[in-house]
T-cell receptor
Framework: NAGVTQTPKFRILKIGQSMTLQCTQD?????MYWYRQDPGMGLKLIYY???????DKGEVPNGYNVSRSTTEDFPLRLELAAPSQTSVYFC??????????FGPGTRLTVT | DQQVKQNSPSLSVQEGRISILNCDYT??????FLWYKKYPAEGPTFLIS?????DKNEDGRFTVFLNKSAKHLSLHIVPSQPGDSAVYFC????????????FGTGTSLTVIP
């Protein structure tokens, strides 16, 4: 049981490039989330999903897109990367939408 | 606008003593509160939760207290152990928002052996 896995662990992007952060969970959880954590700050919700085919915006969705075609996968797409998107990104899943199980994070730098 | 605040960035406690981590919130509609623990280079790990209909929840060495009138919750760890050294985040969710949680900025706990 791997839990929540995220790839890549680290990435450096140039301004204007695009990339997809991958997230997979093997716990058959309906709820999945993407957060970003900036230095000295708490986690801020980017997007979340309550089931396959359903996604919704969180607190800071601008510059990101998501899709949820399967229960297991919840990729986060960054289009036209900007320095303000330099952050650590965490994916999480939840059985009932309360306690969340987090992946190890992806550290992204945009220069 | 930070709806969930942890005003103490750090806390040091002797091993075996009580650790008390505090969290304040501004939205009286929050109905569920959680605490997470985070080690460096790892994702947060769920610790304990409490709903707004309760004022206390215990799980082993961890107890969360909720004071709705003061919009304040606290996490008590007794006895503290060196392995408890980590960053602790509180999080809160308002009802009918699809389970969106707002996180505090975290408190770094150091337990001194």
């Amino acid at each position: 049981n791997a839990g929540v896995t995220q790839t890549p662990k680290f990435r450096i992007l140039k301004i204007g490039q695009s990339m997809t952060l991958q997230c997979t969970q093997d716990m058959n959880h309906n709820y999945m989330y993407w957060y970003r954590q900036d230095p000295g700050m708490g986690l801020k919700l980017i997007y979340y999903s309550v089931g396959a085919g359903i996604t919704d915006k969180g607190e800071v969705p601008n510059g990101y897109n998501v899709s949820r075609s399967t229960t297991e996968d919840f990729p986060l797409r960054l289009e036209l990367a900007a320095p303000s998107q330099t952050s650590v990104y965490f994916c999480a899943s939840s059985y009932r939408g309360i306690e969340q199980y987090f992946g190890p994070g992806t550290r992204l730098t945009v220069t | 606008d930070q709806q969930v605040k942890q005003n103490s960035p750090s806390l040091s406690v002797q091993e075996g003593r009580i650790s008390i981590l505090n969290c304040d919130y501004t939205n009286s509609m929050f109905d569920y509160f959680l605490w997470y623990k985070k080690y460096p280079a790892e994702g947060p790990t769920f610790l304990i939760s409490i709903s707004s209909i309760k004022d206390k929840n215990e799980d082993g060495r961890f107890t969360v207290f909720l004071n709705k009138s003061a919009k304040h919750l606290s996490l008590h760890i007794v006895p503290s152990q060196p392995g408890d050294s980590a960053v602790y985040f509180c999080a809160a969710s308002p009802p009918d928002t699809g389970n969106q949680f707002y996180f505090g900025t975290g408190t770094s706990l150091t337990v001194i052996p």
